[in-house]
């Protein structure tokens, strides 16, 4: 699946959840399709949390 299909179908999906529940709905939506994002994006490799996560270490 090509990327310009996933982003149509992340609009729809974005506006049928304003359409059925309103601003709180569609920022919840949002927030869901981040946390999906950043999850999917750890698990392909694209990014390390645990590296944000340990922060610095002096010895």
């Given at each position: 699946m090509s990327v310009s299909t996933i982003g149509l179908f992340t609009g729809l999906l974005l506006a049928i959840a304003a359409i059925l529940g309103g601003f709180w709905g569609f920022v919840?939506?949002?927030v869901l399709g981040g946390?999906?994002?950043i999850?999917?994006?750890?698990?392909?490799?694209r990014i390390d949390?645990?590296?944000a996560f340990?922060?610095?270490r002096h010895v």
């Open positions: 919840l939506a949002v946390v999906g994002w999850v999917a994006a750890q698990i392909e490799g949390l645990g590296a340990r922060g610095r």
